[in-house]
């Protein structure tokens, strides 16, 4: 076979405004295609004592065991599970939407008996239901609760769920692969024992690691465990052993530029400050949800329950979805994401992460929503969502100036 059929592969520009990979900063692109060094270098293990230093101001914990792990954000899902799961252990599962269920199922896999507790897809799991179930079924190894449900909106609220898993003696998994670096994600002012993320949604980073952390008392469930993790390469005994300074012992190599690029992701974080960060994804949102409206697309979740970073909106009955997904990508160079499962057809779901959270991204979006609705006969005054985000930026610029 010849390979001169094989051009130079380019890719298409695209603005990023679906539930994830986001926009990548140029500063990261360049860190991704620096020379490689070995990965027990001196100055390599020197750059993963950053990346853990810089994991623990965004998980805002001091946990020793924080790190990167190789692979995407369900890697960091299903590792959790592996490693504090043991066959014979009753974890319960908030199942809310995907993410949920897919947690249920990795419980199940690695022996684990799932009870769930079932809220209706773009609500979120009410904690008294968490204290009933948990007085009434002890005794429970683990809660998992999903922070950002990705597939529907919907924002859990974490703040008192440390507290009321330590009453029962349960540990509190929490999946923040998409809330990570939008919202606050509080692992050690909530007692969240183990919390996971991933790199393509509010990092800005490509993706392929799923930064993690787990607190000491997680830790020592580990050490009480009396089985082996059943997965070898995700088993956390052996992975802390290449990061800890006293071992640095080999396990698999590690990704070196993807960690490049995590630690650079990481300090355009820590640049802009995660305040500052989490204050510039509620406003953009609520730009977007202003111009939304009037186009009568309204969000899903209930107010105070909503997402910045990804906006889950429901559709009216004249829209075409799909017809304006396909031309927002192919005319317009914009993703946006359809909606999973339930809510196939019935609902978008506009990403505003990280890079990809910006006020000339949200105007270009509305522009362009404004230009297919009119073409199509759906919209017969053009230009009110736009004036309508724009209302809320200069909004927020006269509060700040009062404020300041
Ligand atoms: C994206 C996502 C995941 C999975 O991450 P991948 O990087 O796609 O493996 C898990 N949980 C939530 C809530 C997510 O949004």
């Given at each position: 076979?010849?390979?001169?059929?094989?051009?130079?592969?380019?890719?298409?520009?695209?603005?990023?405004?679906?539930?994830?990979?986001?926009?990548?900063?140029?500063?990261?692109?360049?860190?991704?295609?620096?020379?490689?060094?070995?990965?027990?270098?001196?100055?390599?293990?020197?750059?993963?004592?950053?990346?853990?230093?810089?994991?623990?101001?965004?998980?805002?914990?001091?946990?020793?065991?924080?790190?990167?792990?190789?692979?995407?954000?369900?890697?960091?899902?299903?590792?959790?599970?592996?490693?504090?799961?043991?066959?014979?252990?009753?974890?319960?599962?908030?199942?809310?939407?995907?993410?949920?269920?897919?947690?249920?199922?990795?419980?199940?896999?690695?022996?684990?008996?799932?009870?769930?507790?079932?809220?209706?897809?773009?609500?979120?799991?009410?904690?008294?239901?968490?204290?009933?179930?948990?007085?009434?079924?002890?005794?429970?190894?683990?809660?998992?609760?999903?922070?950002?449900?990705?597939?529907?909106?919907?924002?859990?609220?974490?703040?008192?769920?440390?507290?009321?898993?330590?009453?029962?003696?349960?540990?509190?998994?929490?999946?923040?692969?998409?809330?990570?670096?939008?919202?606050?994600?509080?692992?050690?002012?909530?007692?969240?024992?183990?919390?996971?993320?991933?790199?393509?949604?509010?990092?800005?980073?490509?993706?392929?690691?799923?930064?993690?952390?787990?607190?000491?008392?997680?830790?020592?469930?580990?050490?009480?465990?009396?089985?082996?993790?059943?997965?070898?390469?995700?088993?956390?005994?052996?992975?802390?052993?290449?990061?800890?300074?006293?071992?640095?012992?080999?396990?698999?190599?590690?990704?070196?530029?993807?960690?490049?690029?995590?630690?650079?992701?990481?300090?355009?974080?820590?640049?802009?400050?995660?305040?500052?960060?989490?204050?510039?994804?509620?406003?953009?949102?609520?730009?977007?949800?202003?111009?939304?409206?009037?186009?009568?697309?309204?969000?899903?979740?209930?107010?105070?329950?909503?997402?910045?970073?990804?906006?889950?909106?429901?559709?009216?009955?004249?829209?075409?979805?799909?017809?304006?997904?396909?031309?927002?990508?192919?005319?317009?160079?914009?993703?946006?994401?359809?909606?999973?499962?339930p809510l196939r057809g019935r609902v978008w779901r506009i990403g505003l992460m990280g890079e990809s959270c910006r006020e000339a991204h949200v105007l270009t979006l509305l522009n362009a929503l404004e230009e297919i609705f009119t073409c199509h006969g759906w919209?017969?005054?053009?230009?009110?969502?736009?004036?309508?985000?724009?209302?809320?930026?200069?909004?927020?610029?006269?509060?700040?100036?009062?404020?300041?």
């Amino acid at each position: 076979m010849s390979t001169a059929q094989y051009q130079d592969f380019i890719p298409p520009s695209r603005l990023l405004l679906g539930p994830g990979p986001s926009m990548v900063h140029p500063r990261v692109l360049h860190a991704l295609s620096l020379p490689l060094l070995g990965h027990l270098d001196p100055v390599f293990l020197g750059l993963m004592d950053e990346i853990q230093a810089l994991l623990r101001a965004t998980f805002q914990t001091q946990n020793e065991l924080t790190i990167a792990l190789s692979g995407t954000g369900s890697a960091g899902m299903e590792a959790v599970i592996a490693n504090l799961i043991e066959p014979g252990d009753r974890a319960i599962v908030g199942v809310n939407g995907i993410f949920g269920s897919r947690l249920a199922t990795m419980v199940e896999r690695h022996g684990g008996t799932v009870l769930p507790i079932e809220v209706p897809w773009g609500t979120t799991i009410p904690l008294e239901l968490l204290r009933d179930r948990l007085s009434h079924s002890a005794p429970v190894k683990a809660v998992v609760l999903v922070h950002a449900e990705t597939s529907t909106g919907a924002r859990q609220p974490l703040e008192d769920a440390g507290s009321l898993c330590r009453d029962y003696d349960a540990l509190l998994i929490v999946d923040a692969v998409t809330s990570l670096g939008g919202v606050p994600v509080e692992v050690d002012a909530w007692g969240i024992d183990a919390c996971y993320s991933g790199t393509q949604k509010c990092l800005s980073c490509p993706p392929g690691l799923a930064p993690l952390t787990l607190s000491s008392r997680a830790v020592h469930s580990l050490q009480e465990r009396t089985t082996p993790c059943r997965s070898w390469y995700f088993d956390f005994s052996l992975i802390a052993e290449y990061w800890a300074d006293r071992t640095r012992a080999y396990h698999h190599t590690a990704p070196i530029s993807m960690l490049y690029g995590l630690r650079e992701a990481l300090r355009l974080v820590h640049e802009e400050g995660l305040s500052a960060r989490i204050a510039r994804h509620q406003l953009n949102s609520d730009a977007l949800l202003a111009g939304l409206h009037k186009l009568d697309l309204l969000p899903l979740p209930a107010a105070g329950h909503r997402l910045p970073m990804l906006n889950c909106v429901t559709l009216p009955d004249r829209i075409d979805e799909a017809l304006v997904r396909s031309q927002l990508l192919n005319n317009y160079g914009i993703e946006i994401g359809g909606g999973l499962g339930p809510l196939r057809g019935r609902v978008w779901r506009i990403g505003l992460m990280g890079e990809s959270c910006r006020e000339a991204h949200v105007l270009t979006l509305l522009n362009a929503l404004e230009e297919i609705f009119t073409c199509h006969g759906w919209l017969t005054h053009p230009g009110r969502a736009v004036q309508a985000a724009e209302e809320t930026y200069t909004g927020s610029q006269r509060s700040a100036r009062r404020s300041a």
